[in-house]
């Protein structure tokens, strides 16, 4: 096969690729880490939109309370939830590992901690439904509880993945600067 330059030379059949530098595998997953974690980032402030739009309909009386139910005391603190991801993404663009540290203790601080407490406080009403079919909150005539723990579910799988790929990503920082520092 020719080159835009004319003919190959003698002795390159396309053999020699083994000898030829890689992409040092650090590199690689902080790529694909920082990719993952924007992904994850979107679909976190998709689910803090609904979060707030609850919390803001409710409260500024736009709909009857009949239609959206007044939002649990769990949904105001995971509001917050938002800056972890905020200085994730600070961290991204220069690598700092400080601000990843800190995105990854306050996403546990801020998402998590909000779920969980919001998981315990629903509980009796998810029992109080599903033992005796009562429901007294509604979100567009579906039972508030349901929703809430759906959101709850999708939430907490978004952000144990953040926290994971943050992980990982910290790890591809750290190794990239013990090689480096070993230069």
Not at 49 to 69: G, W
């Amino acid at each position: 096969m020719a080159s835009r330059a004319g003919p190959r030379a003698a002795g390159t059949d396309g053999g020699d690729f083994k000898h030829r530098e890689k992409v040092a595998s650090h590199y690689q997953m902080s790529a694909s880490s920082k990719s993952e974690i924007k992904k994850l980032t979107v679909v976190h402030f998709l689910i803090w939109i609904l979060v707030a739009a609850q919390v803001a309909v409710s409260h500024l009386n736009l709909v009857s309370h009949d239609l959206v139910a007044m939002p649990y005391q769990w949904e105001y603190p995971y509001l917050l939830s938002l800056v972890p991801s905020f200085i994730g993404a600070l961290a991204m663009p220069k690598n700092n590992i400080s601000y990843l540290v800190i995105s990854m203790i306050s996403a546990g601080l801020f998402s998590v901690a909000p779920l969980i407490f919001g998981a315990m406080e629903m509980f009796p009403l998810a029992q109080q439904l599903y033992r005796h079919g009562k429901a007294y909150r509604f979100i567009f005539g579906f039972s508030a509880v349901s929703v809430m723990y759906l959101l709850m579910v999708i939430a907490i799988q978004v952000h144990a993945w953040q926290i994971y790929y943050s992980k990982k990503l910290l790890d591809a920082w750290f190794n990239s600067t013990l090689e480096k520092k070993k230069k």
